[in-house]
């Protein structure tokens, strides 16, 4: 069974470029998760899908940060202006998420994260 | 004050000491689950519990919900065990999404 993929695994951008990173979930997984990590601290969650819908983007910077799952499956977050403080690792996860909802803990699956970087 | 402490920040061994990681929670959970992050960024969930104690290989993850505390042990550790190790949260009232703790650095030297 393939993972999670992103692309790409590393950027480097200077400020006030924009940048997007592309993520394909594990096939037949339902909900799809973007977090960004920050050097020597844990992941916090971006945004959640189930299918299409937004979950949670109750911490997305929505000044500058935008994600989109039209078809339910791959997703794409932009970020545009970039500042130096989104430098981070940016990690996709996937979870099954059975007929019954969301909401319920469940194991999830990380993609390789993509590392950016902002000069 | 966060809402899952993990101690220590960072751990170093001998090949062979077991090894023990704590994490502390504040909050209602559902689950909990330990993740090992290795460098270049991916990581991979290691155990997802709700009681008691689970096991696989060397690894071993114990949760109190009494306490809100969980341990992860390693017996036997290994330098390949070298990694971050991440506690995180499914807490009761969010859904299935993760909170984390801040990681563990964990380094075994032969």
């Known amino acids: 069974e393939a993972g999670v993929a992103q692309s790409p695994r590393y950027k480097i951008i200077e400020k006030r470029q924009s940048v997007a990173f592309w993520c394909n979930p594990i096939?037949?997984?339902?909900?799809l998760y973007w977090y960004q990590q920050i050097l020597g601290q844990g992941p916090k969650l971006l945004i959640q899908f189930q299918n299409n819908g937004v979950v949670d983007d109750s911490q997305l910077p929505k000044d500058r940060f935008s994600a989109e799952r039209l078809k339910g499956v791959d997703s794409t977050l932009k970020i545009q202006p970039a500042k130096l403080e989104d430098s981070a690792v940016y990690l996709c996860?996937?979870?099954?998420?059975?007929?019954?909802?969301?909401?319920?803990?469940?194991?999830?699956?990380f993609g390789p994260g993509t590392r950016l970087l902002v000069l | 004050k966060n809402e899952v402490e993990q101690s220590p920040q960072n751990l170093t061994a001998q090949e062979g000491e077991f090894i023990t990681i704590n994490c502390s929670y504040s909050v209602g959970i559902s689950a909990l689950h330990w993740l090992q992050q290795h460098p270049g960024g991916g990581i991979v969930s290691l155990f997802m519990?709700?009681?008691g104690k689970k096991k696989h290989g060397r690894l071993i993850a114990t949760i109190n919900i009494q306490e809100k505390h969980s341990s992860l042990h390693i017996t036997a550790s290994h330098p390949r065990d070298s990694a971050v190790y991440i506690c995180a949260v499914t807490l009761a009232t969010s859904g299935s999404r993760l909170t984390f703790g801040e990681g563990t650095q964990l380094t075994v030297n032969p």
């Open positions: 996860a996937s979870s099954l998420t059975g007929a019954s909802g969301g909401f319920r803990a469940e194991t999830q699956y």
């Open positions: 519990l709700s009681s």
């Open positions: 096939s037949g997984h339902a909900t």
